[in-house]
């Protein structure tokens, strides 16, 4: 009877937008982050999003869910999750979806399908994402079609008179070869949400503190962190979200990472 309660409680308030907690437990910090972008988009005056690794658009989802009304662009690689997106995305006129990856050159490429659909990557799995993760292996490659931002921004921002980008990336080790794909358009990107990663969950996969000292020489610093998932044994941080915001009259000059 008292989970039960508990349960009622917990839907009714999400349902009118609020979350019920107990501090007696250790909470993740996901569940503060629509408030945090909602803030920061209202800061920022975003009026475009470039949602990069959309998988079935969740992330777009949410955004309509806080208020944002903008133009969305939904950015994913793999047939069967395009098709789920696609299909959601239909019943809003301002929400646009791709049916690519995004990188540092134009190209086709072999992109890795996991167990479950949300570890889709260019790059391979390390020990640790077997040892944390459920489905976490590959059961099958896709051919899919690899461009830069750069190659496409005028198509995705068309009509926005002055675009004013949030650029959202989750590509599974990938996000630093997406911006350095995205220099020239840089202008017009007013922040940025990065996956990066402590413990790596694939070969080759960018540390955090390089991703961090990237984003920092093209002119972005972090406003939140959100822990995303936990190593099983120790709870120490796999990975986690940034969102990064531009530090006005910065004068940084855009730097390519190898």
């Known amino acids: 009877m008292k989970?039960?309660?508990?349960?009622?409680?917990?839907?009714a308030a999400r349902k009118t937008g609020y979350i019920v907690l107990d501090l007696r437990k250790d909470q993740p910090t996901f569940h503060f982050q629509p408030g945090h972008l909602r803030k920061v988009f209202a800061r920022s005056q975003v009026n475009c999003v470039i949602d990069v690794g959309a998988n079935v658009g969740h992330f777009a989802l949410m955004l309509r869910d806080i208020g944002f009304t903008g133009r969305i662009v939904s950015v994913e690689p793999t047939a069967a999750s395009y098709a789920v997106l696609s299909d959601k995305a239909s019943r809003d006129d301002t929400w646009k979806t791709l049916n690519v990856a995004l990188g540092d050159r134009d190209e086709e490429k072999l992109l890795n399908i996991f167990g479950a659909g949300d570890l889709n990557s260019f790059l391979s799995p390390t020990?640790?994402?077997?040892?944390?993760?459920?489905?976490?292996?590959?059961?099958?490659?896709e051919a899919v079609?690899?461009?830069?931002?750069?190659?496409?921004?005028?198509?995705?921002?068309?009509?926005?008179?002055?675009?004013?980008?949030?650029?959202?990336?989750?590509?599974?080790?990938?996000?630093?070869?997406?911006?350095?794909?995205?220099?020239?358009?840089?202008?017009?990107?007013?922040?940025?949400?990065?996956?990066?990663?402590?413990i790596p969950l694939y070969e080759g996969m960018t540390d955090y503190l390089e991703a961090l000292a990237f984003y920092r020489k093209l002119g972005f610093e972090p406003t939140g962190v959100f822990p995303l998932e936990?190593?099983?044994?120790?709870?120490?941080?796999l990975e986690f979200d940034v969102v990064l915001t531009r530090r006005e009259a910065q004068g940084v000059a855009p730097t390519s990472v190898n």
């Open 145 to 198: 079609v690899v461009k830069k931002l750069d190659t496409i921004f005028d198509e995705i921002s068309d009509g926005i008179p002055d675009p004013r980008v949030f650029l959202k990336l989750d590509t599974q080790g990938y996000d630093l070869k997406v911006m350095n794909g995205a220099l020239q358009s840089l202008p017009s990107i007013v922040a940025i949400q990065s996956e990066m990663s402590v």
């Open 230 to 237: 936990l190593e099983r044994n120790t709870g120490h941080v």
């Open 3 to 11: 989970a039960l309660l508990k349960s009622i409680i917990r839907t």
């Open 127 to 141: 020990t640790n994402m077997s040892a944390n993760l459920l489905n976490s292996e590959i059961t099958q490659t």
